[in-house]
């Protein structure tokens, strides 16, 4: 039994989620609980002071062997109120897809529609994401796809470093029920804050990097490329960045050539 009569600030929500770790038989927990950046070691250099303790139990790796369901995520999530995010949001965008995918996307975070529907990429960019991901041949619903953090900030603002540390170990958590083979962060705001850098995305892009274990591909926002048009040059280094993803997966590269 985990009990917070010790550390009362770290509130119910922390003590439900050790105990469900603690029945599935894991002896780990991610250290993100504060970090503004989702790399185990930012997150060991900026918790909160007197968060040691919790920092020296072992790490879950992404893989870890009996991780927690979607769904008891979700439930632990609850009506999250743990940032201000959740006092202007619609709906909560948990999450949508394979929970067993071998590729997740991973983006910012909701907009407009997201926030309407309750679920990630549904509106302009997400359309842009489906034609990616049709392009690859493979199916929507084959994929996992969530946000770095879960409901949409006032006016479309970047989330703030307070947002991302209360949404992190969520995040954190959903990848490793999933357990995926291939993370893509499209966009600058995803791939710096998973990777926990202020490199530019035209330098980020299109080399994978290493996230908790997990091969992580950041490329470019489909919001961008609807920017910039479908037979763009970004457009088609998104497509170079796809390949290198199914070539990982060892899935077949359809044959793509760029119109003139
Ligand atoms: N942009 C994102 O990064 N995520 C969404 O869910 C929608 C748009």
């Not at 926030?115 to 549904?122: A, H, I, L, Q, Y």
């Not at 966009?187 to 080399?207: C, N, V, W």
Request: with cysteine; aromatic share 6%; charged share 25%.
């Amino acid at each position: 039994m985990v009990t917070n009569s010790v550390r009362p600030e770290l509130g119910e929500s922390l003590v439900a989620y050790l105990e469900d770790l603690q029945e599935s038989g894991l002896d780990g927990i991610p250290a993100a609980f504060a970090a503004p950046g989702l790399s185990d070691e930012s997150a060991r250099k900026t918790a909160p002071a007197g968060q040691d303790a919790v920092n020296k139990v072992p790490v879950a790796p992404l893989s870890a062997n009996k991780p927690e369901t979607l769904e008891q995520i979700r439930k632990n999530l609850g009506d999250c109120q743990r940032c201000k995010l959740g006092a202007t949001r619609k709906n909560l965008v948990f999450g949508v897809g394979n929970p067993k995918a071998r590729l997740v996307f991973v983006g910012e975070g909701p907009g407009a529609d997201e926030d309407e529907k309750g679920e990630p990429f549904v509106g302009d960019a997400g359309r842009m994401l489906n034609r990616i991901i049709t392009a690859m041949e493979i199916k929507r619903e084959d994929v996992y796809i969530c946000n770095v953090v879960k409901c949409r900030p006032p006016q479309n603002r970047n989330p703030e470093g307070d947002e991302i540390a209360a949404c992190s170990p969520f995040l954190l958590r959903q990848l490793r029920s999933v357990r995926p083979e291939v993370i893509v962060a499209p966009g600058k705001f995803a791939s710096q804050t998973l990777l926990d850098t202020k490199e530019p995305i035209s330098k980020l892009r299109g080399k994978f990097r290493d996230f908790h274990g997990v091969p992580l591909m950041p490329t470019y926002h489909p919001s961008y490329l609807l920017r910039t048009g479908g037979n763009s040059d970004s457009f088609w280094d998104v497509w170079g960045d796809m390949v290198q993803v199914l070539q990982l997966l060892k899935l077949p590269v359809p044959e793509k050539s760029r119109k003139k």
